[in-house]
């Protein structure tokens, strides 16, 4: 049963970087489709980057050209790197994991109830 912690959340002022990490255990983060979310008050859960089965990276417009996802196969660990942080990108931040090889839009399109293994959330506030 893989399982996923979430650190590096934080608070920060506007303009400013973070890297989240997202450690799993019970399986090699190599193979999974993984995603990471976020929620802030009020508002519907957002999916806003994609690792899929073969690491390609999809990211939501919204953060694109200032977040980047990747993968450590060494550490096991998934990241986030939040790059020119706005007030806007305060939220909970969640990872997930799927296994069963998907690539693509088969794990792009994946929405945050369709994962099955999903973390406990780390929080982000940005201040303006």
């Known amino acids: 049963q893989v399982q996923l912690v979430e650190s590096g959340g934080g608070s920060v002022q506007a303009g400013g970087s973070l890297r989240l990490s997202c450690a799993a255990s019970?399986?090699?983060?190599?193979?999974?489709?993984m995603s990471w979310f976020r929620q802030a008050p009020g508002k519907e859960r957002e999916r806003i980057a994609s690792s899929d089965s073969a690491a390609n990276p999809n990211l939501a417009d919204s953060v694109k050209g200032r977040f980047a996802i990747s993968k450590d196969n060494a550490k096991n660990t998934l990241y986030l790197q939040m790059n020119a942080l706005k007030a806007d990108d305060t939220a909970m931040y969640y990872c997930?994991?799927?296994?069963?090889?998907?690539?693509?839009?088969?794990?792009?399109?994946?929405?945050?109830?369709?994962?099955?293994?999903r973390g406990q959330g780390t929080q982000v506030t940005v201040s303006s």
């Open positions: 019970g399986d090699t983060i190599s193979r999974l489709c």
């Open positions: 997930a994991a799927e296994g069963g090889r998907l690539y693509y839009l088969q794990c792009f399109q994946r929405t945050y109830t369709d994962f099955s293994v």
